[in-house]
């Protein structure tokens, strides 16, 4: 069984700042790393960021400085702290693991959805 459940959305005011947090079990699979990803409308998914179980993050070129991605260590609980919201941070926000098998994104949440507005 697969549980990847996401939490945190809504509505925020450009400018403001905004806390998601995922928590993840998947049967058989001790993943390892979990991470963020993005829809915005009309656009393709996009990653944000990246952890490991030891707290080892990388981020992709456009969260540098306003993500910050984080681990609940040794555990299957993430975090992200968005600051500095702009309208173009519009978007379903997903959680997803990796598989322990391939290394490839394979576990999805539903997303949450968080809309900034003027």
């Known amino acids: 069984q697969v549980h990847v459940v996401e939490s945190g959305g809504g509505l925020v005011q450009a400018g403001g700042s905004l806390s998601l947090s995922c928590t993840a079990s998947v049967s058989g699979d001790n993943f390892n790393t979990m991470g963020w990803h993005r829809q915005a409308p009309g656009k393709q998914r996009e990653w944000i960021a990246g952890i490991t179980k030891k707290g080892l993050a990388n981020y992709a070129d456009f969260a540098k400085g306003r993500f910050t991605i984080s681990r609940d260590i040794g555990k299957n609980t993430i975090y992200l702290q968005v600051n500095g919201l702009t309208l173009e941070d519009t978007a379903v926000y997903y959680c997803?693991?990796?598989?322990?098998?391939?290394?490839?994104?394979?576990?999805w949440g539903q997303g949450t959805q968080v809309t900034v507005s003027s």
């Open positions: 997803a693991a990796t598989s322990s098998r391939t290394g490839l994104w394979a576990y």
